[in-house]
């Protein structure tokens, strides 16, 4: 079966703080993501990796940084965690672009952060 | 190039149909459609490439018109299980679309009462 899991369903840090969410996936997939849900925003796309240390930014990538260096694990760094970082992590996976281009991604069950 | 859902938010009986549409002002390739429930993370319902393909699960079916840029997704005969947000999610001809990334819309939340 597959899983995407993600380190913490909740999370609470004090502004300045730095704070890692970490992301891994089972399935051997090359590409990774971290959205950001806030409501009626939609998903959001901070970062994406299509392979081991590459990365991409999206489109609110602004205080966030990310790490990939094993194929399995996705990382996003809040560098000085603020209060306007608060809000619903998703991290996603799928597989990389082959003869099926547009395929299916698979999310994690989301982290809850809250900066206080 | 977020794409553009409407409409916000759906109230529905169940059994009654509901149609929620996506579109873009961007050439798209392809259209991803996902469903959300309250606490719980997004869920792959369909895919739809360009070509005019029409696809179904279960009782929802989709449709992707490209000329027009727009897809719709079809909801006959809802199911208290159908109640959640969907989004959609796009792809196209530009760098980040070739390396895998999806433009999500803003969602619409389908509400299903008994």
């Keep these: 079966d597959v899983k995407v899991t993600q ?100 999310f994690g069950p989301g982290t809850r952060l809250t900066v206080l | 190039q977020q794409p553009v859902q409407s409409p916000q938010a759906v109230i529905l009986r169940e059994g009654e149909d509901a149609v929620i549409n996506c579109s873009s002002s961007k050439a798209l390739y392809s259209v991803h459609w996902y469903r959300q429930k309250h606490g719980e993370a997004p869920v792959f319902l369909m895919i739809l490439l360009k070509g005019g393909e029409q696809k179904g699960h279960e009782k929802i079916s989709a449709s992707f018109n490209e000329k027009k840029q727009q897809s719709s997704l079809y909801l006959t005969a809802s199911q208290l299980s159908y109640s959640g947000t969907y989004f959609c999610g796009t792809g196209g001809g530009d760098r980040g679309s070739t390396l895998g990334r999806l433009y999500f819309g803003r969602g619409t939340q389908l509400t299903v009462w008994p």
């Excluded at chain 1, 994406?48 to 996003?76: A, N, W």
């Design chain 1, 7 to 106: 380190s913490s369903r909740y999370l609470v840090k004090r502004t300045g703080e730095k704070v890692f969410l970490e992301c891994v996936q089972d399935m051997d997939h090359e590409n990774m993501f971290w959205y950001r849900q806030d409501p009626g925003l939609g998903l959001r796309l901070i970062y994406f990796s299509y392979d081991v240390k590459m990365k991409e930014k999206g489109d609110i990538p602004e205080g966030y940084s990310v790490s990939r260096e094993k194929k399995e694990r996705f990382s996003l760094i809040l560098e000085s965690a603020s209060t306007n970082q608060t809000s619903m992590y998703l991290c996603a996976s799928r597989r990389g672009l082959g003869t099926r281009r547009f395929i299916e991604q698979f």
